[in-house]
């Protein structure tokens, strides 16, 4: 008999973690009633009784690949669904894998709703379920038309201090902050699992640390870069400082931090003995002409220098305070191999902290023990506006229960981007242009579709920045995700076309490498991974099959499910390479591999890229020892721009209050995360998001709950 995946068990560990219900019940009780459970109508079986019984396979396909079950037939009726195979994140689909099998049997339908932030997994199910009841011989469209109809509660009322709308890291960040000011916080949101796109995001949080700096060595590359600074003209129309003249003394800063640097280390040289710089001049700076753009109307846009300077000066004490609450920040002295760059970072000040859905874990942990009342399912549908003031919200159930919360002190709005939303970021876009369809892939939960900024607009909300989302280049050709793939610090990646040569400057901000790539045939690119270095000056010795990438899939799986190339030679790397992979055909040469190679070790050697002018140059490959060392080998990582972060949203002051159209504040009203817009202008250094998120969420729980 073939092994079966215990459903029970599945949703439990899932439950057990997130510390919440799968049917919008919360922590505990709001108000003087616990909300009911959903019910539903009763649904007729999918045609009428027959003689067929016994068991069937069926196969269908969700977010992680094939999907195969089991059902039992009993007089032409589903009374049983196991799985047989499923690669379902179980965080994100816990849920579904555990109450789509459930009202199959209760109601013999497939004409079910989706559970909300699983929709591929929930129609996976069922497809897989449809192929079964197909092979058993019942009527498969009878049990499709079978329609299950969820049916609403009575109204409620629910009372609060805070209401914070958006159960992602921005969202816990101000609900916990709140709770810890001694306010009654209800948190909503509507996906059926909590975590938003920081559930699926990197753990890259951009910070100015000078004990982590001091722990690393100036690269001559680097010095190079900082000496570029120095010798920029105020008056350059390049830096476009007759439209945004308050970036000038940011730059004045930055040059005397600079020089007081090289005063302090007189005497030490680049590559030797020098220590690692940053200051908090040289973040905003990289904020500013990061996200300094022009838009096809001709109009620039930049970050507001305001927004900027609150998120640098306080990104280490937000990171701090994630200490606080269990997110395991590494930084300072902890930082003992000093600080990496992850892509679109400019600069290494990228630190590392908890993973994956175990950091939303976390954070809902810390926000129940805090009192925070926390509901799933439960989606925000406008704001309730009272005399100019913002006293809270309507929202309603997966049942469509309504339901009207009051919240006392304000309501803070975390309901992230639209980047989930195609056709939202092609009617305002003015950068991308034919790049942009309506049906571009993303990086994004599917539930980010830029709810809490039509509803801001709606009671007359400003917006800001609206023109440019980002694309994240580094995503999977098929899915939209940065799943699925292999690659290491921007410092060391090697990008290369479809010939094998390299095309980009590497570590260029996240829009010029899409632009790039998108440049490309079918837009698909590779990355060329042969380990990880310990320190800018190693040797990359190889990786192996049995390593785990950064999302936690090992290199082997990676392969054997044919989203990545492994060769223990340039040579088998060639000759697997032309099986495709992730849908992508490249053709490599292994002369093309080993030349791009030895070009890029030499630019290492004399820290001078003469082809893209890559500005911090790291990760030499050593083709002779990994090719005499068994277990040692290259991956190649085929890779395409999908959509990642929404630049634009709700405009807000430092404060995180949100401002109307006349540039006033609106009472009552925050806004903290991806919701909003300024800070970012028109791309957003790697690393910045989560520095943004739990920086400005800790500013809108506080002053929300005061």
């Known amino acids: 008999m073939k092994k079966k995946r215990a459903l029970s068990l599945i949703l439990a560990l899932v439950l057990l973690a997130t510390g919440v219900a799968a049917c919008s019940q919360p922590a505990e009780s709001v108000g003087s009633e616990q909300p009911p459970a959903q019910t539903q109508t009763p649904a007729e079986p999918g045609g009428e009784p027959t003689d067929i019984s016994g068991t069937f396979e069926g196969t269908g396909y969700g977010m992680q690949g094939s999907i195969q079950v089991e059902i039992q037939v009993a007089a032409g009726l589903i009374t049983d669904v196991s799985f047989l195979q499923i690669s379902e994140t179980p965080y994100v689909a816990g849920v579904a894998i555990e109450r789509i099998p459930q009202q199959i049997v209760e109601y013999q339908s497939l004409g079910l709703d989706a559970v909300t932030g699983a929709t591929l997994t929930s129609y996976g199910i069922m497809n897989a379920v449809a192929d079964a009841a197909q092979r058993a011989g019942l009527d498969v469209d009878a049990l499709r038309a079978n329609k299950v109809v969820l049916q609403p509660g009575s109204a409620e009322t629910w009372d609060t201090d805070v209401l914070v709308m958006g159960g992602g890291g921005a969202g816990f960040t101000a609900a916990i902050t709140a709770a810890q000011e001694g306010a009654k916080v209800i948190l909503i949101e509507k996906s059926s699992v909590l975590g938003g796109n920081s559930m699926v995001a990197g753990s890259a949080f951009n910070a100015v640390d000078l004990v982590a700096q001091s722990n690393m060595i100036l ?91 609150t998120l640098t000066e306080q990104a280490l004490q937000s990171f701090e305070w994630m200490g606080e609450v269990g997110m395991e920040p590494v930084y300072g002295e902890a930082a003992a191999n000093g600080l990496s760059t992850v892509l679109g970072a400019m600069w290494p000040r990228t630190h590392d902290f908890l993973r994956g859905d175990a950091r939303i874990v976390q954070l809902n942990s810390v926000a129940l023990q805090n009192g925070v009342q926390v509901y799933t399912e439960t989606a925000g549908t406008e704001l309730i506006l009272d005399n100019g003031r913002v006293t809270g919200a309507k929202a309603k159930k997966a049942d469509g229960t309504e339901i009207t919360i009051n919240a006392a002190k304000g309501v803070v709005l975390a309901t992230g981007g639209y980047c989930a939303n195609p056709a939202m970021v092609k009617q305002y876009d003015s950068y991308w242009g034919a790049d942009l369809s309506d049906r571009t892939l993303t990086t994004n939960m599917g539930t980010n579709k830029g709810d809490g900024i039509v509803m801001a607009e709606k009671i007359g909300a400003a917006l800001t920045g609206m023109e440019i989302a980002q694309m994240m280049p580094s995503s999977s050709p098929t899915k939209g995700t940065m799943t699925d793939g292999i690659w290491g610090d921007a410092s060391e990646q090697i990008w290369i076309d479809g010939e094998g040569n390299r095309f980009v400057n590497e570590y260029a901000e996240r829009d010029v490498l899409a632009k790039s790539s998108l440049a490309l045939e079918n837009g698909v690119f590779y990355i060329l991974y042969a380990g990880l270095g310990a320190a800018p000056d190693e040797m990359l010795k190889g990786a192996s099959v049995d390593d785990v990438s950064y999302f936690g899939d090992r290199y082997g799986d990676l392969v054997d499910k044919g989203h990545v190339w492994y060769g223990d030679t340039l040579a088998e790397l060639v000759e697997k390479s032309k099986t495709p992979a992730a849908g992508a055909t490249p053709r490599f040469t292994e002369e093309a591999l080993r030349k791009t190679i030895e070009l890029y070790n030499g630019y290492y050697a004399n820290q001078k890229d003469d082809d893209f002018g890559k500005e911090v140059i790291a990760g030499p490959i050593d083709i002779e020892y990994i090719e005499n060392t068994p277990g040692a080998g290259y991956f190649i990582t085929p890779r395409k721009s999908s959509l990642h972060h929404t630049m634009g949203g709700i405009k807000i002051d430092t404060q995180t209050r949100v401002l109307n159209t006349a540039g006033e504040p609106i009472e009552g009203l925050y806004a903290a995360g991806e919701v909003t817009g300024g800070i970012h202008a028109g791309n957003r250094l790697g690393g910045n998001a989560i520095a943004d998120i739990f920086t400005f969420g800790r500013i809108a729980g506080r002053n929300a709950a005061n």
């Not at 005397?256 to 001049?281: L, Q, R, T």
Request: net charge negative; proline share 3%; hydrophobic share 40%.
């Open 219 to 309: 690269t001559v590359a680097q010095k190079n870069t900082l000496d570029g600074y120095l010798a920029m003209q105020e008056s350059d129309p390049a830096l476009q400082f007759d439209t945004f003249p308050e970036w000038k003394e940011v730059l004045v800063a930055l040059k005397e931090d600079i020089n007081a640097f090289y005063s302090k280390n007189k005497g030490k040289k680049a590559g030797e003995d020098m220590p690692g710089f940053d200051s908090i001049a040289m973040h905003m700076w990289h904020i500013y002409i990061g996200g300094l753009r022009q838009l096809e109307t001709g109009e620039w846009i930049a970050s507001d220098v305001n927004l900027a300077r």
